[in-house]
Structures are given as structure tokens and as C-alpha cells.
């Protein structure tokens, strides 16, 4: 049984960081990308960050370029998400993902008919 859990999310005030974990077990990481998802209230879905099984190609929403970056340690099967320079705008519940298909844009990305969804986090940044 595939399961992806989820942690490092909270409160924050503008400007600080936090570091997002995904731990997946009963999963081997070789097929697509992983990676992360946000939703705000009110908002659709999109894509946040994805890394390639190998950990050579990453995508990013162009609003966290620079100020986010997602990284894959094989040996923990534990993609994190390291967030600085954090904005109100970052607000939104984190959903990591496996067998995303990164599309034309990160509004588009999706996740495969063999990929999982962990249970989210929120991250709240006040001004």
C-alpha cells in the first residue's frame, strides 16, 4: 500500500522559511516526476515544484523561481521543498504528488492514472 506523509508546514511571517517533507513508503520513485501541488481558498490547484527520479530536472512555478527549491534524497525516499523569501501570496494547502506530468504550465501539470496524493499541508504566510 503507496503512502505519501506529509510535514513541515505552519505559520510563518513574510520573509521567513519552512521546509515541506515527503516521505513515501511502499512506493518506488522511478517513473514520471515528483513533487508539489498548492491550492488556495477559492483558487484552483497548480503546480508548485517537480524533481525527476533522478534528480536532474526540476520544474517551477515561475512565482517561486529562486525563492523555492525541491530536492530528492534517494536513500529516505524523501522529497523535500525548501521555501524562503515566503509571501502572503504562498498561503495555500501543499499536496505532494507522485507521477506528475509537468505540462506547458503549472497550471496544467497533472498527476498520472498510477500516481498518489499525500493528505496535504498547510502553510500560512501573514504580512
Known amino acids: 500500500q503507496v503512502q505519501l506523509v506529509e510535514s513541515g508546514g505552519g505559520s510563518v511571517q513574510a520573509g521567513g522559511s519552512l521546509r515541506l517533507s515527503c516521505t513515501a513508503s511502499?512506493?518506488?520513485?522511478?517513473?514520471?516526476?515528483m513533487g508539489w501541488f498548492r491550492q488556495a481558498p477559492g483558487e484552483e490547484r497548480e503546480g508548485v515544484a517537480c524533481?525527476?527520479?533522478?534528480?536532474?530536472?526540476?520544474y517551477y512555478h515561475d512565482s517561486v523561481e529562486g525563492r523555492f527549491t525541491i530536492s530528492y534524497d534517494t536513500a529516505l525516499n524523501t522529497v523535500y521543498l525548501q521555501m524562503d523569501s515566503l509571501r502572503p501570496e504562498d498561503t495555500a494547502m501543499y499536496y505532494c504528488?507522485?507521477?506528475?506530468?509537468?505540462?506547458?504550465?503549472?497550471?496544467?501539470?497533472?498527476?498520472?492514472?498510477?500516481?498518489?496524493w499525500g493528505q496535504g499541508t498547510q502553510v500560512t504566510v501573514s504580512s
Open positions: 504528488a507522485t507521477d506528475i506530468v509537468p505540462a506547458s504550465s503549472p497550471r496544467t501539470w497533472y498527476v498520472g492514472d498510477s500516481g498518489y
Open positions: 511502499g512506493y518506488t520513485y522511478n517513473r514520471n516526476y
Open positions: 524533481i525527476s527520479s533522478g534528480g536532474s530536472t526540476t
